[in-house]
């Protein structure tokens, strides 16, 4: 009998053949049943057998067929006849457990497709698969609703909402879609809600819509990442429109134009202020776009919502007719979101979250090939070695009774046989996501 290559002590092997894909193992349960799986009455009478497949971890680059001989019994009792339960088997599906427990952990990490052709199944048996595992990832693993939340679009295969824990910089959730139902419905089933004291996000109405309706408590804040984009956005659109208007020599002059135009000023090496000084010098639109962004920038220097709104008011007088149209957008929204915009004053996201994030969203658009959107989210989500955790203990209690107040024979008597051991509750680890800064890690690794 060839050895146990299975390594399922529960089986016995014997016979194995192999060829350049696959191995096709012959084997017998090594434990007979010994009573009847309907009326447990004893020593079931034998009635034959059939072949059963059941399919295992693929080993030494080859898929692995196990070849059941599987008994067939009649009770004496009832008369029912049953098959033999094969051990180590998934309920659901003609494969070894512990190959279901390894797709599923695969699946998180690779494609559907690969996975396939390495067992030796449909991609449709991957999908279920997967899906099962999800489902007990999900009933199992519980993220902390964060006090202060994040709600921002990132791209996979089409805009999505993804929900964060700005004070952890975690990512809790991903959502369809960025429809107004589908926040609400989110909202809806998620635990501690009533703790959500803050909501930053872009100025995406439906997301306004959903908090207002669900968290009415919660306040929400505008990140500045948001609207100084528009900033930019704004600058951009009167550069290319200006550049449209120059001859390919006075083009050639303003190489890199976006690259440096772009920066803070603050942040321009010798040579690009050089450069940026004199297109400014030569061509006055620019130079008005460029102004008109970083004084736009510059009412996030502003110590208190106050100053932010003067500050603005005195922006928006300097926004002259030539640039206007640029700048509408921007002008639009700040009269829409205000009261919004202003919140970041007095609770500002920090930048290291937006960054953070930002550097998530980039990343995560080379993840988008060959994923339904189920599976990215479980990459996201469930990727071992993202979660951020915290263990908590129990608060310190005073112990109840002081000694002092125990007769002397008590305390002599608890000294003499120890201190007896009182149970306490236990200490409770919180799961607050996944880490974006190692998820942005893991991605750019290729490890997810
Ligand atoms: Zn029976």
């Known amino acids: 009998m060839p050895a146990n290559i299975l390594n399922l002590p529960s ?16 084997a017998e349960v090594r ?15 034998g009635f034959g057998r059939r072949e059963q497949m059941v399919k295992d971890l693929p080993m030494h680059g080859k898929r692995v067929g196990i070849y059941v001989n599987t008994r067939r019994y009649r009770c004496r009792e009832c008369t029912k006849t049953f098959y033999e339960p094969l051990p180590d088997t998934d309920e659901k599906r003609a494969m070894t457990t512990r190959l279901v427990a390894w ?26 698969v997967f899906s099962d595992y999800v489902n007990e990832l999900e009933r199992t693993i519980r993220f902390e609703t964060p006090k202060w939340m994040g709600i921002d679009e990132i791209h996979l295969i089409k805009p999505r909402g993804v929900i964060t824990n700005i004070q952890n910089n975690t990512v809790v959730e991903l959502l369809h879609n960025r429809n107004k139902e589908t926040v609400i419905k989110y909202l809806a089933g998620l635990q501690g809600k009533e703790s959500i004291q803050y ?3 872009d100025m995406w109405q439906p997301y306004k819509d959903a908090i207002e309706l669900m968290l009415p408590k919660a306040k929400i804040i505008i990140d500045k990442f948001h609207v100084v984009k528009m900033a930019n956005e704004a600058m951009e659109r009167v ?14 002059g303003l ?16 040579e690009e202020a050089l450069k940026l000084s004199g297109w400014l010098r030569n061509y006055p639109e620019l130079g008005m776009a460029y102004r008109l962004k970083e004084d736009f920038f510059k009412i996030y220097d502003a110590k208190t919502k106050e100053e932010a709104l003067r500050r603005f008011a005195a922006w928006e007088i300097a926004v002259m007719p030539d640039v206007r149209d640029a700048f509408q957008d921007l002008i639009r929204a700040w009269r829409n979101w205000q009261p919004y915009i202003l919140a970041y004053f007095d609770h500002p996201v920090t930048n290291a979250y937006t960054e953070s994030l930002n550097n998530l969203i980039r990343v995560m658009n080379r993840l988008g090939r060959g994923y339904s959107f189920e599976a990215l989210r479980a990459k996201i989500l469930f990727s071992e070695g993202a ?25 002599y008597m608890c000294l003499e046989r120890a201190m007896p051991h009182q149970p306490s509750e236990p200490a409770r680890e919180i799961n607050f996501g996944a880490d974006i800064s190692t998820l942005t890690r893991l991605i750019e690794a290729g490890e997810i």
């Open 255 to 270: 190489m890199h134009d976006r690259f440096v135009m772009l920066k803070r000023e603050h942040d321009l090496n010798d």
């Open 387 to 411: 979660f951020k955790k915290q263990t908590i203990r129990p608060k310190f209690e005073r112990r109840r009774e002081p000694m002092a107040t125990r007769n002397f024979e008590m305390a």
């Open 239 to 252: 550069r290319k429109s200006y550049r449209e208007s120059l001859t390919p020599k006075q083009r050639r």
């Open 103 to 128: 797709m599923g952990k695969q699946a998180v990490r690779r494609t559907f497709a690969s996975i396939a052709e390495e067992v030796g199944c449909t991609e449709f048996t991957v999908r279920a």
């Open 31 to 45: 434990q007979a049943v010994t009573h009847c799986v309907h009326c447990k009455a004893g020593n079931p009478q």
């Open 11 to 26: 089986y016995a092997v014997t016979a194995l053949q192999e060829n350049d894909h696959d191995y096709h193992v012959d």
């Open 199 to 201: 909501v930053a996000m």
